[in-house]
Structures are given as structure tokens and as C-alpha cells.
């Protein structure tokens, strides 16, 4: 937002000096990034009176002037032509430095001494470009500076505001802020508009089809007005804001638009269709072209301002080419509304089309000003552009808007700011920021914000106020209060941190997805329609169609991850990944989001390097580094059981991980339909378990066994069993004995070849016996080997070799 000092004055007394009226803006939360001092540093450019213009006598194109500088009179050698003796103007004299660091000196052009330079508007940085020298107002005094005499001495800020303060992208905004801290109060003179036309509604109609998006239409015609350029202040004051003046109707919006806050459009009146005014949605599809002569192409959520034969205006954004002031215009409608932000916002964005104008409506306008803002156009166009102004003005305004009142607590806001202030001094700020202050019993205060100040919603926002009002400076340094306390990791995090050393031990990398997925997911690892994680909670706002649900499962960003690097070279893979899933449960607000762990490998076991194997990862490498993590957590009794637990595991090629009756996780090899579709050319080998189990059966201490002192003993024992008979199942049976002097058994061999027949494989287990009170006799030991034997035999149906 820019402002200027004269400006900023004719709102508000204050005697503050650019500079410290900086920091004081500054410090208000209206940060200045930027000061200019317009016309500093030339004062020796000075008003002077031509009186003697003669042809120079060596050059046909220049002419010596006698001119008179309130002090002297010198001659100035110049080359325009556009003025005469008697003409005021402006003469930079010796020693001055015009824009562009162009210093004037004393020299000799074509034989004539020239002390000093009659200059134009280009030259004294007033314009972009010029006809001739400038020609000042006849009653301005010689010898004062030109700047000064003009009122063109100035300085402007450059604010840098943040979204929430729409109120300060104004003149009379700023202003508030202004007066509010120096403890005055704003000027805001009546405005007198002459009516003397007929009524408006004898020539305008106005209907609101969406009230939604536009509380409040306001409305003034004018007739018989000139359009023509506007005046030099006019100009010289949009110019210092950055507005191009364009004439005096348009400048005119455009000046109480930066004056107020509150965006005008200005419509020929002649060009309305049965001189109507709509304000409704769009049309979908319908073609429009606005202002810049660009075709719009709208959709219902627009909102239009239309004749009764279409779109004139995008509400709140630009008017269009077909009801445009131009030369020819002679009546023209004022439009002053209240435009719902997220509407224009919304329609701003999807069109690329950002004004001034929706820049103020996309953050909030004050609803309440509409009519102040509406009446000082219609009266400064009526003085400006001739014309008269028809009586009274349409105000579509069904629905009153009432801010709020808002409970506010001083004791809480000393509280929250470390300070110490009286519900009185309190309240004289609040009220010095306009808003109405009642004092109840208990010493709450009810606080109603001022209709322009949107921003103040809560409590806290008044205590934001409070702050800034009372300056940020006020606010004691104080060391900050702290309780020292041991931050002791919970179970959950000393686990986890425990499997990410045990697997990262095992070289394995440790991988971070987002928890969100591909909603196919489900459908590339072929879970079945009932399968519980096809139910995905969607996002509402996702970045990318790829990931617009929450994940069920960690296998699709692991295999993500496994293609990705295999994509890179990476080939040889090791990788892992901890995390939470997002379970969506039936009639429950909240998903359940339990942690599970992953693991993948691909790729040769060994790095390449002399002496070592190429060979590539099987199901065992998986299978062992689940096995070492488990007994790191001293979880027993686990079992293997081969099956297809999930139906991304290969048939065949995976095993439920059981504890008792509790499944703990599951392992195996990828199914070759789903490492297509992730892209898998090679075997991938995973694991999956679950974090609240391991939690409930790991034992972070193993238990301590005493040793035996008597010597052990150890049988070997071959049999010929069926294929299908499972190594579980045979030391399950070796086991069944239940007796304490079996201390181990193990499978050591395993055959399938020569001399055993199809369908069989040899098995070697070894027993290892011992016994706690005593060393055993080989008549003990055969005893217990003897059940052992016909065990196997009876039971699995083995022939013992």
C-alpha cells in the first residue's frame, strides 16, 4: 500500500516527522519498506517570471531570456518555444541537481552566458514526457521553490501489510491507525452531494439474484456530464499512489478507492440495456470481455454484474468493453457494492486476473462504508465533470450486517502479555480503535469492532490490539519460566529406536514415505474386495491424484521405493520402514492407526568385491534377519507356518510368523503379478509385523538360564520322510517327548538326490542331551532316544535310515 505524508495529513493532525512517522507505523504492525522524499534536494529549482524573450544571436532555434528570480535577474539561454514574456516558470538555477544527477552550472551556449535552465515537467521528474518548458499558475510568488509552491513537496511510504489488515489499504485506513496512537481522532467531513436531477429510480433499476455473494448493491447516476482530462492535483495525487490517470470520471473511482478502501466502476449509462442492472451468477460457458479486451470464459460460481441483455462487469474484478466510459459518455452510474471475498477470490485466481479493485474485495471491504465511499464519488464527479447528480441513491441491503460482540478479559490479557494495565487504560485504547467498549459487572468487557476492522474475531485479536496500541516496546523483558524435567522415552520410543538399530545392524536402510498413497494401491497388491484396507480415507484438498488417500499399508511405498532406486542403478537393496497406517473404522470419527514394520530385499547378498559371491537374496536372508530381531527381543516359541498369508506374497514362497495363536507378522516373496505391476523385474523378498505385538511379547531382559555343570550328550538320528513333512513338524515331535533331559535338537542335513526315492528327502537331526543333577548313563540316554525313534515313526509315518 501507498500513502503520503500530505495526504495522511488531511485526515489526521499530527506533528510527527516522515521519519518518526515511520517507526511509528512500524512499530504498529504497518511495516514501511520503503520512504521517498519527493522534491528533497530541489529547492534551487525556483518559481521565476519571464520578462524579456529575444531570438539568441547564433543559433535560429534558441532564444535568451531575462528572468526574474524574486532576487535578481539572469540570463538563461533555453530552446522551447511554448511560452512568452510574462509566463511563469520554472528555473533551475546554479548548483541545483535535477533527476538523473544532472548539475546545473554556470556556462556559455553559442556565445551567451546561460545561468541556470527553464525546465519541463520531464526534467523535473513530474512526468514521462513533456511538449515544451513548464508553465506555472499565475499566482504563484517568484523565488519560492517550485515544489513548495505547488504543493508537490512530499513524502511517500511504501507499507508492507499482511492479509488480515484490508483496512489499511486506504488513505483513512493508515489515518486510523494514526490517530489511534497519538490518542486523536480522524477528520471525516460531511460529504454534500448536489441532487438536483430527477429521482434515480425514474431512470435505474437494480435487482440482487444472489444475495449470498453480494450482501449490498449501492447505486447514484449522474447525467450531462463531460469526460475530459482530469485536474493537475488530481493527477499529481493517483500519480504518487502508482495510478495512471486515465479522465476525470475514472480518476475519480480510482481516488476514492485509495482515499476509503471501497472499489467503484463507473458504467455509461447509455450502454445498459433498458438501463438494468443484475447482479447474479454466471452462466456456465457464458463469453465475456472485459476492460483489458481479453474473452472471459465464466462458470456459475462468477458473479456478473448484467444488463438486461447480459454481462457488463465481473463483480468486484473488472468492468467490460461494453460499458466503458469513453469520450462520447454523457450519464453514467456509480456503482458502490459488498462483494463476498472468497467469491472474488475464488474468480480472481481461476482467471489470473488480479486488480487493485480485487485485491481490496478478495481480503474485505467495510459493508458500512459503501454509501460514504458511493456519495463522495457522485459529488466529486458532479465538480469535476459537470453534470447533475440524480436524487437519492438505490442501496439494496436486505439483511443488516451486526459485528459481533466479543467477550474480552484484562486480566487475561495482561496475562497472555506480560504486562500490567488498568481495565481503564484498556478500554481508552479499544475505544480509540472505534469500538464500542461495555463494562460488565464482573469486569469483563464486551467488546464491538468497528465494521472495517474484519480482522477482530476473538479475544485474542483484541489482545492483539491491546499490544500494539500499547507498543510492543512496553512489553518487559522477563527470562523465560521453565520446569526442568527428565525426558524419559516411553516404551513405544525405546522399542523403536531398539528395531532400527537391530535392523540397521543388519544393513539395512531405514526409508520415510508420505502417509499418503495412490488410491489403486489395494488394487496392485490384489487385496480381495472384503479385504478392510480397501476402505481409504480420502483427502479433501490432495496435492496430486497419486496421492489423495491416506495409506492402509506400508508394502506399496516400499515396493515404490525398491523400483525407484532399482530405476537409479541402485540394485543391491536393503531397506526398511517403521510407521503408522490409517485404518478407517465404521461409524467412528477417527481412523485406528497402528504402527507396522517393513522390510524389503532384492538384489546379490554380498557387495561385489574381490572373493566374494554374486549370489542373490532368498527367502532365508529375509527370514534370518527377522529371526535375529525377534530373539533381540527375546520373543520364544515363535513358529514358522507355511501358507499364503497375504495375497501379495507368492504362493508358496511365504509363512505367517506365529507366537502361540498370535500371528506377529508375516514374510515371504513378492507375487509376480504384483512386482509387475510395481514395475519389479526381479524377486523381491518382505516382511511385515506388527509394533503392538512385538511391544506386548518382547521381554527387553532374556531370562537367565543356569548352566548345567554335568557333560552333555548328543545322538544323531536319519530318517526318509515325505516332502511335504515340514522341519517344524519333526522338531515339534522331538519335543513332544517333554523330557528335561533333552537339552537342544536341531536339523544339521538335509538330501535329495541319489538313492532317495521321488517324493522323499533325507533328514538329519542331532539331539543334545543333558540333566541338571547328575551326568547320564548311555542306558538313560538310549531309553529317551528309543521314544524319540518311534515317535517320529508312529506319528510322521517316517522310515528311520
Request: glycine residues 6%; proline residues 5%; contains cysteine.
Amino acid at each position: 500500500m501507498k500513502v503520503t505524508y500530505n495526504w495522511l495529513k488531511e485526515f489526521v493532525d499530527f506533528d510527527q516527522s516522515p521519519e518518526q512517522l515511520a517507526d511509528l507505523l512500524t512499530m504498529l504492525g504497518l511495516e514501511v519498506e520503503g520512504m521517498e522524499n519527493y522534491g528533497a534536494g530541489m529547492d534551487q529549482v525556483v518559481v521565476a517570471v519571464v520578462e524579456e524573450k529575444r531570438q539568441h544571436p547564433n543559433a535560429d532555434k534558441l532564444s535568451v531570456c531575462r528572468v526574474n528570480n524574486g532576487r535578481e535577474i539572469v540570463d538563461v539561454v533555453c530552446g522551447a518555444q511554448n511560452f512568452k514574456a510574462g509566463d511563469i516558470v520554472a528555473l533551475a538555477q546554479i548548483g541545483a541537481v535535477l533527476p538523473g544527477d544532472f548539475k546545473i552550472k554556470r556556462s556559455k551556449i553559442r556565445g551567451e552566458e546561460s545561468c541556470g535552465m527553464l525546465c519541463s515537467e520531464k526534467e523535473l521528474g513530474l512526468a514521462e514526457e513533456s511538449a515544451g518548458i513548464m508553465i506555472l499558475p499565475p499566482t504563484l510568488v517568484p523565488g519560492t521553490p517550485v515544489f513548495e509552491s505547488l504543493g508537490l513537496k512530499d513524502t511517500f511510504f511504501e507499507i508492507g501489510l499482511t492479509p488480515n489488515r484490508a483496512d489499511c489499504l486506504s488513505v483513512i485506513g493508515v489515518a486510523r491507525e494514526i490517530a489511534a496512537k497519538i490518542g486523536t481522532s480522524v477528520k471525516c467531513n460531511r460529504i454534500a452531494v448536489p441532487e438536483h436531477g430527477p429521482s434515480i429510480n425514474s431512470s435505474i433499476t437494480v435487482s440482487v439474484e444472489d444475495s449470498e455473494l453480494c450482501p449490498r448493491y449501492a447505486a447514484r447516476a449522474v447525467h450531462g456530464c463531460r469526460i475530459a482530462p482530469s485536474p493537475e492535483w488530481l493527477v499529481n495525487r493517483l500519480a504518487a499512489v502508482g495510478v495512471r490517470s486515465i479522465n476525470n470520471v475514472v480518476d475519480v473511482t480510482n481516488l476514492v478507492m485509495m482515499e476509503l478502501g471501497q472499489p467503484l466502476h463507473a458504467f455509461d449509462c447509455d450502454q445498459l440495456v433498458d438501463s438494468r442492472i443484475v447482479v447474479r451468477r454466471a452462466l456456465e460457458g457464458e463469453i465475456f470481455t472485459t476492460l483489458d479486451s481479453q474473452q472471459r470464459v465464466l462458470v456459475a460460481s462468477d458473479l456478473v454484474i448484467c444488463d438486461a441483455g447480459g454481462p457488463v462487469a465481473l463483480a468486484g474484478i473488472m468492468g467490460g468493453e461494453n460499458s466503458e466510459i469513453n469520450d462520447s459518455t454523457t450519464s453514467i452510474l456509480l456503482e458502490s457494492a459488498w462483494f463476498k471475498p472468497a467469491a472474488i477470490r475464488t474468480t480472481s485466481k481461476r482467471l489470473g486476473l488480479h486488480t487493485e479493485s480485487s485485491h481490496r474485495f478478495e481480503r474485505g471491504t467495510d459493508i458500512d462504508g459503501v454509501i460514504r465511499a458511493l456519495d463522495r464519488a457522485a459529488a466529486l464527479v458532479a465538480e469535476l465533470a459537470g453534470g447533475t447528480v440524480a436524487q437519492g441513491f438505490i442501496d439494496v441491503y436486505p439483511v443488516k450486517s451486526v459485528p459481533p460482540a466479543i467477550s474480552f478479559r484484562p486480566e487475561r490479557a495482561n496475562a497472555l502479555l506480560g504486562i500490567k494495565l488498568s481495565s481503564k487504560v484498556m478500554i481508552d485504547i479499544l475505544r480509540g480503535l472505534e469500538c464500542s467498549v461495555t463494562e460488565m459487572t464482573d469486569g469483563i468487557l464486551m467488546v464491538t469492532p468497528p465494521s472495517y476492522r474484519i480482522d477482530i474475531e476473538r479475544e485474542i485479536d483484541l489482545v492483539e490490539e491491546i499490544a500494539r496500541l500499547n507498543g510492543y516496546d512496553n512489553i518487559p523483558a522477563s527470562m523465560p519460566i521453565a520446569r526442568v524435567i527428565s525426558d524419559r522415552p516411553s516404551l513405544h520410543q525405546r522399542l523403536e529406536s531398539m528395531l532400527r538399530n537391530i535392523l540397521v545392524a543388519h544393513g539395512m536402510n531405514e526409508i520415510i514415505n508420505f502417509s499418503f498413497t495412490t488410491p489403486d494401491a489395494a488394487d496392485k497388491l490384489l487385496m480381495s474386495d472384503v479385504d478392510p484396507r480397501r476402505s481409504v480415507i480420502k483427502l479433501a484438498n490432495p496435492l496430486v491424484e497419486e496421492q489423495s488417500v491416506m495409506r492402509t499399508s506400508l508394502i506399496p511405498g516400499l515396493l515404490e521405493a525398491v523400483a525407484k532406486n532399482i530405476s537409479h542403478r541402485s540394485l543391491d537393496l536393503r531397506l526398511f520402514e517403521m510407521r503408522r497406517v490409517y485404518i478407517n473404522r465404521q461409524n467412528e470419527e477417527m481412523p485406528h492407526e497402528p504402527i507396522y514394520l517393513v522390510g524389503a530385499f532384492t538384489g546379490a547378498r554380498e557387495r561385489e568385491g574381490w572373493g566374494n559371491s554374486r549370489d542373490s537374496i532368498d527367502f532365508y536372508d529375509a527370514k534370518g534377519v527377522v529371526e535375529n530381531l525377534l530373539e533381540e527381543l527375546h520373543i520364544s516359541n515363535v513358529k514358522w507356518v507355511v501358507d499364503t498369508p497375504e495375497t501379495f506374497y507368492h504362493p508358496g514362497k511365504s509363512c505367517s510368523i506365529m507366537v502361540g495363536k498370535e500371528r506377529l507378522g508375516t514374510i515371504g516373496e513378492i507375487h509376480p503379478t504384483v512386482q509387475k505391476n510395481f514395475g519389479l523385474e526381479k524377486p523381491v523378498f518382505c516382511f511385515e509385523l506388527y509394533f503392538e505385538k512385538l511391544v506386548v511379547l518382547h521381554r527387553l531382559k532374556a531370562a537367565i538360564v543356569v548352566p548345567s555343570r554335568f557333560p552333555d550328550s548328543t545322538r544323531d538320528l536319519a530318517m526318509l520322510a515325505s516332502d511335504c513333512l515340514s522341519a517344524e513338524k519333526i522338531l515339534e515331535t522331538v519335543k513332544g517327548i517333554k523330557a528335561q533331559e533333552i537339552e537342544h535338537a536341531e536339523i544339521f542335513d538335509v538330501y535329495k538326490g541319489a538313492g532317495i526315492p521321488t517324493g522323499f528327502k533325507s533328514i538329519a537331526i542331532r539331539i543334545r542331551y543333558r540333566s541338571y543333577d547328575r551326568t547320564l548313563t548311555d542306558d538313560e540316554i538310549n531309553i529317551i532316544h528309543s521314544r524319540i525313534t518311534e515317535n517320529l515313526v508312529s506319528k510322521l509315518k517316517v522310515s528311520i535310515r
